[in-house]
């Protein structure tokens, strides 16, 4: 029996609890009008959430050495264009605190994978014509699914790919819903936007409705490969990443143009895992 909608908006509320917060902040800096204050409100009503971001402000890479654990003076350091990326990825690092049995998946290879396919993510994304921002939160959540279908497996285990190459079929039949659907799920009940959201629910097959052009979706797709070109891939994605000129096409970019950002990638993802340092 496939798990209810009320099942996974449960789990994810107790095993992700800052990615709602994730979805109000970006809420708040897109109007003009939002003080200073109204953000740290904001982040001071998660502690978890809270101790993260003031420890990243005190990273070297702000150029600050007096350490502060004010989170007002935090938000005034790092200011409120690099507040949503360390939001992002303080929030992405609270959900990947756990091993996953259910995929035999280590928890840090699932923050280094979503790390540097947000990296990458976000520099296509400004090559694609897309918002950025929107590009990097799909990297950074498009696995959450997975933790949730991990407190819920009751021992189940995926056997790997050479018996099931592909983990989103094995997902349906195990869980009767993928963990891609399992974010979507969440994501909208969290109010991300609805673009977001499609990028996520359309990743692993971006060319499949050829009625509506998913060019977030195929942005996705590809940066997921730049992750795997880094050694950084997941059990069960192996054949969902390969790139193809239908690919580019849709998401508006060459084959140099995917090389460039996946060599500037590379550089971007070091520098978010330092801040988090």
């Keep these: 029996m496939p798990l209810s909608r009320e099942t996974i908006i449960t789990l994810g509320n107790k ?16 109007d003009p009008d939002t003080e200073l204050d109204e953000i740290t409100k904001l982040i001071r009503l998660d502690p978890a959430l809270t101790f993260h971001v003031v420890r990243m ?7 600050l050495r007096e350490k502060t654990d004010s989170l007002d003076v935090a938000v005034g350091r790092v200011g409120l264009g690099e507040i949503f990326r360390l939001v992002g990825l303080a929030a992405t690092q609270q959900v990947c605190q756990r091993d996953l049995v259910t995929y035999r998946l280590k928890a840090s290879r699932l923050w280094e994978n979503a790390v540097a396919t947000a990296a990458a993510s976000e520099l296509l994304a400004q090559r694609a014509g897309l918002e950025p921002g929107l590009a990097y939160s799909a990297g950074l959540m498009r696995t959450i699914g997975r933790v949730i279908l991990d ?13 099931w190459p592909s983990v989103a079929e094995w997902e349906k039949k195990t869980f009767g819903v993928t963990s891609a659907e399992v974010t979507t799920t969440l994501l909208n009940h969290w109010r991300f936007p609805v673009e977001l959201v499609n990028s996520i629910q359309g990743h692993y097959e971006p060319l499949a409705n050829t009625d509506e052009s998913n060019v977030g979706a195929c942005v996705l797709n590809l ?3 730049v992750a795997a070109r880094f050694g950084l891939d997941l059990p069960g994605e192996e054949g969902d990443w390969l790139c193809s000129p239908a690919k580019l096409t849709l998401a508006g970019v060459s084959e140099a143009d995917l090389e460039e950002c996946a060599n500037r990638a590379r550089a971007h993802y070091v520098l978010l895992c330092a801040s988090m340092a």
């Design 57 to 63: 402000s005190n990273s070297v890479l702000f150029g």
């Design 151 to 163: 407190g819920a497996a009751f021992g189940q285990v995926y056997p790997g790919e050479a018996e």
């Design 223 to 225: 940066a997921c490969g």
């Design 15 to 30: 095993l992700a609890p800052s990615a709602s917060t994730f979805s109000r902040l970006r809420a708040l800096l897109l």
